[in-house]
């Protein structure tokens, strides 16, 4: 569709009300950038109601028009907030109203929008892509960026390939096809692998609201060929803090004005940065969250059978129960590999699943161990009678950690300090001895999903923090953190605060100096 761009507007103003299909007038310079940028990645930032969605949308819309036979990725972390949301604005307030008839919610590689030249605009969400991330893409654009990690993101950059002639136009010209990723995103915190990657923070501290990135020293393709510095690689776009403002209706600014202090300076300034009550404002996503290690691959995935095992419990109901596998390298670094995480099931439904997962892997690391022994003679090993559990520890619920033990688990009480506690795993967060394997939850539980709510131990972690009330003190706000939203980092908490006060129960320690044993 036109593109009408509002070149004597610079930040705010309304565009005239437009038959939707018809004709988008961009109104304001951030979304003009967006439309005539052909960089390889476009990163879009503002804040709430800043028109970030409906901009995406409208550029997709015109990726589709301009270019014919072209394949057109719309995604987001979440498929029902995709199908939710933004799909309403699509429907709604970007494609002409006979264009519905073409919506194939059910086609084939992802629901679709079935241009008349030939174009395809492909949605999926990240959590159930389907073959769509199979496909060769002309452009990508994604809502709500800031949700994907940088695994998910370089994921969907590897699909922009799709290989169309030019297109022809009427003048004796032709358009070479328009292939690039765009993201949008809310503002988040300076740690995210975005602000990372495209400098929002600094651009904001500069003053700086467009800012091209390119490379600086030449480099080598994969055909061989050697490419100058020079060349684009991105384009960085913030929002200002007045575009979009003449088409947010009275009780939408009123309810802005509601956030306070943070908040009010994220999601409605539109400043990126941490909060200041995070909790754990050391991790990163990016850093901490991880495939599996290589170096497992020979137990069939699994750490290795000489690597101490823990077993951490916090239970629940309607609050998720939640039973994590850490194992701790002989370098000191602790691993999650595995978790349950998951409501309204009983403790035994859990146990049953629990113990089905532990003899599974018990079964493949006897068999890796076999094999080891063939092609190793030398260092031979023994299979494990069972896995080598150093502690298994729980929250003090007496009832659910007796019906743990009638199932088979035996667990003590974990130490619980909070304070303590958290510095601990502070330390081992910040030190780079916490990591939290990709793919460590075993299910998905679609009910705290489909809530907006944390789905494993890692979507915990940059949510949790100090409570920030008129008058608390700093002592008051250090000792207690909100309790939302809590239930894998307890249970993480129990186990590396558990294992550091009381140590390993399987060693002794024997001294004859007389300051070794006053230490």
């Given at each position: 569709m036109a593109i009408t761009p509002a070149l004597d507007r610079d930040e705010g103003g309304a565009p005239d009300q437009l038959e939707p299909g018809t004709e988008f007038v961009a109104n304001s310079r951030a979304q003009l950038a967006v439309f005539r940028s052909n960089a390889p990645v476009v990163a879009y930032s503002g804040r709430l109601g800043s028109a970030k969605s409906r901009t995406i949308l409208e550029a997709a819309d015109f990726d589709c028009w301009n270019w014919p036979d072209n394949r057109v990725a719309m995604t987001r972390k979440v498929a029902a907030h995709l199908f939710g949301s933004t799909l309403d604005i699509y429907l709604s307030e970007v494609i002409h109203p006979k264009m519905k008839q073409c919506w194939k919610p059910h086609?084939?590689?992802?629901?679709?929008?079935?241009?008349?030249?030939?174009?395809?605009?492909?949605?999926?969400?990240?959590?159930?892509?389907?073959?769509?991330?199979?496909?060769?893409?002309?452009?990508?654009y994604v809502d709500q960026a800031e949700e994907l990690d940088e695994h998910e993101a370089n994921a969907i950059e590897g699909r922009l390939r799709l290989r169309r002639p030019p297109t022809p136009r009427e003048d004796g010209t032709s358009d070479k096809l328009r292939r690039r990723m765009v993201y949008a995103f809310n503002p988040d915190a300076d740690t995210h692998w975005a602000n990372r990657r495209f400098g929002f923070k600094d651009m904001q501290e500069k003053g700086e609201w467009h800012r091209s990135i390119y490379t600086q020293e030449p480099r080598q393709l994969l055909n061989k060929l050697w490419v100058p510095a020079?060349?684009?690689?991105?384009?960085?776009?913030?929002?200002?803090?007045?575009?979009?403002?003449?088409?947010?209706?009275?009780?939408?600014?009123?309810?802005?004005?509601?956030?306070?202090?943070?908040?009010?300076?994220?999601?409605?300034?539109?400043?990126?940065?941490?909060?200041?009550g995070q909790v754990y404002d050391c991790f990163d996503a990016a850093r901490h969250v991880i495939d599996t290690p290589p170096e497992w691959e020979q137990w069939g995935g699994y750490p290795p059978p000489t690597w101490r095992r823990y077993r951490a419990v916090d239970f629940g109901y309607e609050n998720p129960f939640v039973m994590q596998w850490l194992t701790l390298s002989p370098a000191g670094a602790w691993f999650l590999y595995r978790e349950i995480y998951h409501s309204r099931r009983l403790v035994s439904d859990h146990a049953a699943q629990a113990r089905q997962l532990e003899a599974d892997e018990l079964a493949t690391v006897n068999a890796c161990v076999e094999r080891w022994n063939l092609t190793h003679p030398s260092d031979r090993m023994e299979p494990l009678k069972r896995l080598p559990f150093t502690m298994s520890v729980s929250d003090h619920d007496a009832e659910d950690r007796a019906t743990l033990e009638r199932e088979g688990f035996v667990t003590d009480p974990a130490v619980k300090d909070v304070t303590s506690g958290i510095q601990t795993v502070y330390q081992a967060v910040s030190s780079d001895k916490l990591f939290l394997l990709r793919h460590a939850r075993v299910e998905m539980d679609q009910r705290l999903k489909d809530e907006g709510n944390p789905t494993c131990t890692a979507e915990e972690f940059s949510g949790y923090h100090y409570p920030r009330t008129p008058g608390s003190s700093e002592k008051t706000i250090k000792e207690a953190p909100v309790k939302v939203r809590d239930h894998g980092v307890d249970a993480t908490r129990y186990c590396l605060q558990t294992a550091r006060v009381r140590g390993d129960l399987r060693v002794i320690r024997i001294s004859t100096s007389p300051r070794a044993e006053e230490d």
């Open positions: 086609a084939v590689g992802g629901a679709a929008m079935e241009y008349p030249n030939g174009s395809r605009m492909i949605w999926f969400g990240l959590d159930d892509p389907g073959k769509a991330l199979s496909a060769q893409y002309g452009s990508a020079g060349q684009l690689l991105a384009e960085v776009v913030i929002a200002g803090p007045q575009d979009n403002v003449g088409n947010l209706t009275t009780d939408y600014q009123l309810r802005l004005s509601e956030y306070k202090g943070r908040w009010y300076d994220r999601y409605v300034l539109g400043k990126w940065g941490s909060f200041e």
